[in-house]
């Protein structure tokens, strides 16, 4: 583990029991609780495939920065 990454475990940690008890105190029950997480799943995933197809489209020789020698200011 890196230095971070019990602070990323913690911030999970709060983030679900944040949703658990917004769940709990709107007394949602569990069919459609597990509808509303199947839902969020397929829009997150539809999301990730979207970015990912628009990413193969970018040309990454405009993306990338420059190497350090091509700028005579900085050599």
Same mark, same amino acid.
């Given at each position: 583990m890196t230095e971070w990454d019990w602070l990323r475990l913690v911030w999970l940690a709060m983030a679900l029991s944040l949703v658990v008890a917004t769940v709990r105190t709107?007394?949602?029950g569990? &069919?459609?609780m597990?509808?509303?997480a199947l839902a969020w799943a397929c829009i997150l995933m539809v999301a990730a495939g979207i970015a990912s197809f628009i990413g193969e489209?970018?040309?990454?020789? &405009?993306?990338a *920065? %420059? *190497? %350090?020698?091509?700028? *005579?200011?900085?050599?």
């Open positions: 709107h007394q949602i569990g &069919r459609k597990l509808v509303m489209w970018v040309d990454e020789t &405009r993306v *920065p %420059p *190497p %350090p020698d091509a700028d *005579p200011v900085l050599t």
